[in-house]
């Protein structure tokens, strides 16, 4: 069982910056993939990033430059820098990690974006 607590979400301007933080029951050395998703209001989840533990890190195009993933798996912590925030990127964001055939979730951190 991992458990996921998902943070730094906040309102925020155009072209400003947030780091998102997600920490772990457990080290992120023992999952096969980290990843965080968002849910714009009224849209389904979609996929932002993901770092597997084997393969290349992957970015949704919209975010592509501007956004981060990164983990300090020995401390058991997962981040997404976010720069040049656009009003398009205000959504629920979430952690998730894969272990084998479970999949876990943070509760969600909101990100707002004002124009």
């Known amino acids: 069982q991992v458990q996921l607590v998902d943070s730094g979400g906040d309102f925020v301007q155009a072209g400003g910056s947030l780091r998102l933080s997600c920490a772990a029951s457990v080290s992120f050395r023992s999952v096969d993939n980290v990843a965080w998703y968002r849910q714009p209001p009224g849209m389904q989840r979609e996929l932002v990033a993901s770092?597997?533990?084997?393969?290349?890190?992957y970015y949704l195009d919209a975010v592509k430059g501007r956004f981060t993933i990164s983990g300090d798996k020995a401390e058991k912590i997962m981040y997404l820098q976010m720069n040049s925030l656009k009003p398009e990127d205000t959504a629920v964001y979430y952690c998730n990690a894969d272990a084998g055939y479970d999949s876990y979730w943070g509760q969600g951190t909101q990100v707002i974006v004002s124009a």
């Open positions: 770092m597997p533990s084997y393969g290349s890190v």
